[in-house]
């Protein structure tokens, strides 16, 4: 079956545009998560939606980022302005995870959008 | 800021040999688990011990967890050129109704010669 994809897979963006990045989970998965990969680094951490619901944005680096998820499928990263320090690798994550289940149900990764702004 | 560390942070090896990939982290889990990521492709899932378990196997791969060191360790036997990637440990602590994010560490480059 597909898994998640992710586009575009390269964007490069001159200092101050906005992009928008998009994540389409696995069908039927309920969680889905957002990660930001440096060079050489492992993926941080930026956000989670349950369904519509954006439960955790605590990784998200300033309010220039912004992620929606409003019909609980494909998801956006909208980053505003864009720096220098925000290229890296965005990788997005989709499970199946029930939220009354008490154990992790494994995070299935798409292959990311490179991010480069110049 | 990431929580797990892993050591060495570069292997090469010949194929056939065996990998040893070990991780640290810092506080209390509920499970850990270990990625591959190959040259410009996502993270792929490779296994996950739980927090009350001491070893798991899974084809050429053994993971052990000893909780009391906060360690890891993962195993890859008879090595191929294909196991060529980044090796990555994520840890998660998930508290009863809250999500599961996982935390990283910096990644190993394992390189097998054919």
């Known amino acids: 079956g597909a898994g998640v994809s992710q586009s575009p897979r390269y964007k490069v963006a001159k200092r101050g545009q906005d992009v928008a990045l998009r994540c389409d989970p696995i069908?039927?998965?309920?969680?889905l998560f957002w990660y930001q990969q440096a060079l050489g680094q492992g993926p941080e951490f930026l956000t989670y939606?349950?369904?519509?619901?954006?439960?955790?944005k605590s990784g998200l680096p300033s309010d220039r980022f912004f992620a929606e998820r409003p019909e609980g499928s494909v998801s956006t990263l909208k980053i505003q302005r864009t720096q220098q320090e925000d290229s890296a690798v965005y990788l997005c994550?989709?499970?199946?995870?029930?939220?009354?289940?008490?154990?992790?149900?494994?995070?299935?990764f798409g292959p990311g959008t490179r991010l480069t702004v110049l | 800021s990431q929580q797990g560390e892993e050591d060495p942070q570069a292997l090469s090896i010949q194929e056939g040999e065996n990998a040893t990939m070990n991780c640290s982290y810092k506080?209390?889990?509920?499970?850990l688990q270990w990625y591959r990521q190959n040259s410009g492709r996502g993270l792929v899932h490779l296994i996950l011990i739980r927090s009350n378990e001491r070893e798991k196997h899974s084809g050429r791969l053994r993971v052990t967890l000893d909780t009391s060191k906060k360690s890891s360790s993962l195993l890859i036997t008879a090595s191929r050129a294909a196991d060529t990637a980044s090796y990555f440990c994520?840890?998660?602590?998930?508290?009863?109704?809250?999500?599961?994010?996982?935390?990283f560490g910096k990644g190993i480059t394992l390189s097998v010669r054919p």
């Open positions: 069908s039927g998965h309920v969680s």
């Open positions: 994550a989709s499970s199946l995870s029930r939220p009354w289940r008490e154990v992790t149900d494994t995070q299935y």
């Open positions: 994520a840890t998660d602590f998930r508290v009863a109704g809250a999500n599961s994010k996982l935390t």
């Open positions: 506080t209390s889990i509920n499970n």
């Open positions: 939606f349950q369904n519509e619901a954006q439960l955790d």
